[in-house]
């Protein structure tokens, strides 16, 4: 008998997600264990693997959005029968904005949105985005099966209700139409929701005469393991969480969450968009160690190969724009953590003293903090730790 192929859940919440394309044609052989297909969820694009070997008989779902649990081909021997599936229908068309905007296409006209037993048929993403952005479900016409919302639906409902009557038509050829990816949206998600936190922030600068020449050091004594600035951030700030582990919490309505381990987010400019990989339980790896979880996080996060559990469970997240020939910035909090470290790029400064003036490697530090989770004196003295670790690192290795 055929083995049903089901759209998996790949992360806590998660509840649906977008085929971007088969890696395997209907008709191919398939391993257990090799990729099968792409998926785009609110979080990573990643490759997701067949669960069983045998012959792709049939894909049942070629793209688009589709809700966990759904069945999206199936996997047996050459020639056996495959069972026709219900509602096998992705959760949205697959058609782009830029469909949209290009090829437009008449909206099915309803006077009022199918619902079943009171309530309004809609794909759990729709819900989802409705409630984000405060869309009565009611008030939004369906196009999907049987009258269905789907996110398309929500997402026009929402521009149409804010574009302005008349919309002049733009100059031909001058705008251009990206539909946004769901990375792209989560980004936007995820920044809107942290500017509703009250947050605080604390900047230092910190000495970084002996963490340069530590750095050089390593890079003589292992030159084919690369230790940038950022591992031993990562390195520091896991140490100084595990002195201060009320600072590594969460706040959500109901408690304060403590962990037991320094899970720190690495803040990484990738192609498709601001992503933050995890270095998982830093606390207990050594720099080396560190630089070698980060140069492989960051690789597949530019290289768009990121996995849910590389970017799942960070306590504290480092964004280093150093390398950008930026002094000072304040970084927005990565919720629901409770905070984050911005770093600046280290400049030789007139330092005074015991009288006299010395030029000295500073380097400038921002942390920004959830002042419902953590006080200022709390996080003024995690800052002293990290500044004190980085001017003295052999205390934090």
């Known amino acids: 008998m055929a083995t049903e192929v089901k759209l998996p859940r790949l992360g806590q919440g998660m509840e649906s997600g977008t085929i971007v394309r088969w890696l395997k044609s209907e008709g191919e052989q398939v391993a257990k264990g090799e990729p099968l297909y792409e998926l785009d969820t609110d979080k990573v694009t990643q490759e997701v693997e067949a669960e069983a070997s045998g012959v792709l008989l049939k894909i049942e779902i070629p793209e688009g959005e589709v809700e966990v649990g759904k069945t999206i081909a199936f996997i047996g021997k050459e020639g ?43 794909s759990p993403l729709a819900r989802r985005l ?25 997402e026009r409902s929402e521009v149409q209700a804010a574009a ?61 393991v690369r230790v ?15 002195r201060h582990p009320e600072m590594n919490v969460q706040f959500t309505d109901e408690a304060l969450l403590s962990f037991p381990n320094a899970n720190v987010g690495i803040a990484v400019a990738a192609p498709q968009g601001l992503v933050v990989p995890v270095v998982h339980n830093a606390e207990q790896l050594t720099l080396s160690q560190i630089a070698g979880v980060r140069g492989d996080l960051v690789s ?28 000072q910035f304040v970084a927005v909090l990565n919720p629901p953590q409770a905070s984050i470290l911005a770093v600046g790029a280290t400049r030789e400064q007139v330092v005074p003293r015991d009288g006299d003036l010395e030029i000295v490697p500073l380097m400038t530090m921002t942390l920004t903090c959830d002042h419902r989770a953590v ?14 670790f980085l001017e003295d690192p052999g205390l934090a290795l």
């Open 80 to 122: 056996e029968a495959v069972t026709e599936v219900e509602a096998s229908t992705p959760v949205s068309d697959t058609k782009t904005v830029a469909d949209t905007v290009e090829q437009p296409k008449p909206v099915p006209s309803r006077s009022e949105p199918t619902t079943s037993n009171g309530r309004v048929k809609a």
């Open 130 to 154: 409705a409630r984000e952005r405060g869309i009565d479900l009611a008030a939004v016409r369906g196009t999907g099966p049987e009258g269905r919302i789907v996110a398309e639906d929500v």
């Open 228 to 242: 940038t600035v950022t591992d031993l951030l990562t390195r520091v700030c896991a140490q100084a969480l595990a």
């Open 300 to 327: 597949r996060a530019r290289d768009g190969k990121l996995r849910a559990e590389d970017i799942d469970g960070g306590t504290f997240t480092i964004s280093n724009l150093g390398m950008y020939d930026v002094d």
């Open 375 to 388: 006080d200022g004196a709390t996080c003024a003295e995690f800052l002293k730790t990290i500044k004190t």
């Open 164 to 224: 302005p009557k008349p919309v002049a038509a733009a100059p031909s050829g001058e705008v251009t139409s990206t539909p946004l990816t769901s990375i792209r949206k989560t980004i936007a998600r995820r920044l809107t929701q942290a500017w509703t936190v009250p947050v605080f922030t604390l900047t230092v600068s910190a000495d970084m005469t002996r963490a340069n020449e530590l750095l050089a050091r390593r890079r003589e004594l292992e030159p084919d």
